[in-house]
């Protein structure tokens, strides 16, 4: 089956949360199942590609698998991929739609006919649009089909209506039945009508993104297309998440030589300058800076949480969280490191030190972090939501995880003192624990499996 995968960002090229991470390992793990996979993104400054062309370049990964960056170095040799500090770039809508055009002309030159064409989130989702409109006739895309992943509803590429004529397709298609919401441009909408099928990552997502709590306005779109709606739980790559072999770490370990983890929460304290003391427990957190991510009851919780437990913070976002927490970190340096900045080598730190990890998210459609945390010995605490719900089960119930079910910094509170209880109380239940959830599989071999079996349903509709 030929495959080409469309993606604003795919680790290793370019990142800046879980959407990297699935475009990086999902193709490759399509690739290792037999499919003939082609990776499209955009061409971003930092990335250094092996072969150029007239418009675009490329990068062969494995023999199956190709990355295939698309040019326009005014558009994308910018310093962020999205979004600046002080807002969205204004041409947002220029530049993936220029990318969503571009990509037909490349498959073309290429001679690359998929069989699928897979889009994800609203950066892409024009590519879904412009197969079933500008190519529906043209023989070279003759048969093929399009899936679209919804990796967060939360963001759906909303535009006035002023730049319409930006997208090359006629006017009738600013009508409520297609890309209109709300008199707007909804490039996300627009995705999830002209896909054959859409997904989401979580079971529990896909069922709540049909709610009016959880649809951001598109629940009844999405309850119209409820036969061709699937929800694929994430994987992870356990070949770049694994403390046996992790080179970022300060020590590797197994589950076989827990004991060494101990290493690295002794040694990242150290690094941040928190207080030496083995008994306090280490509560870790990487994570955008978002509302979705559960930042207010965090901070909320914040004093509490500092009175006893000692906090590591990396993450980037939105300006007013920064600024909230770094209030709450001035004269703390002992119990909360706060990291503002994006970095790979002192995530991997974190997975690897903490006792617990905590992901207080409001709404959660997979979440790749609660996965690493296993990975790594390291608790998760999680509000039950979305691929949260999908993935802990609380540690009462026979799971690997505190689970809270009210969205409330005392909920968040609780569950914290519930895992501290045991890990004060019972080492040797809290080690075999962490133990017991390095073992889980998340890996990515067996969604891929997933994905095929959804291509091949989409190869069979109508
Ligand atoms: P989302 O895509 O909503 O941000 P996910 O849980 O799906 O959340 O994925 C987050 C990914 O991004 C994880 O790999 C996490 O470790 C990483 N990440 C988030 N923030 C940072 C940061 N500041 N520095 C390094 N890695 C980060």
Known sequence: MKIAFFSSEVFPFAKTGGLADVCGSLPKNLAKEGCQVKIFMPFYKNINPENFYDGFATTRVTENLEVVFIRNDSYFFRDYLYTTPSGDYPDNLERFSFFCK??????????????????????TSLVNIYLKILYKNDKFFKGAKSILTIHNLAYQGIFS???FSCLGIDEEYFSPSYLEFYGKINLLKGGIIFADMVNTVSPTYSRQIQTKEFGCGLESVLRQRKDRLWGVLNGIDVEIW??????FIYQRYSSSSIEEKYINKVKLREELGLRKDENIFLLGMVTRLAEQKGIDILIKALDKILEKYQLVVLGTGDEVYHQQLEKKAKNRGEVFSLNLKFDETLAHKIYAASDVFLLP???EPCGLSQMISYRYGTIPIVHHTGGLADTVKDYSRGGGGFVFKRYHPKALLEAIMRAEALFKSDRKEWIS???????????WQKTAKDYIKMYEKCLSLD
């Open 433 to 443: 624990l962490m133990k017991k959830v390095m073992e889980y599989d998340f890996s």
């Open 161 to 163: 209506k002023e730049k």
């Open 102 to 123: 571009k990509v037909f002309e490349v498959l073309k030159k290429i001679e690359f006919s998929a069989d699928i064409f897979h889009t994800n989130d609203w950066q």
């Open 361 to 363: 998210s409001r709404f």
């Open 242 to 247: 694994n403390p046996c072999q992790d080179s």
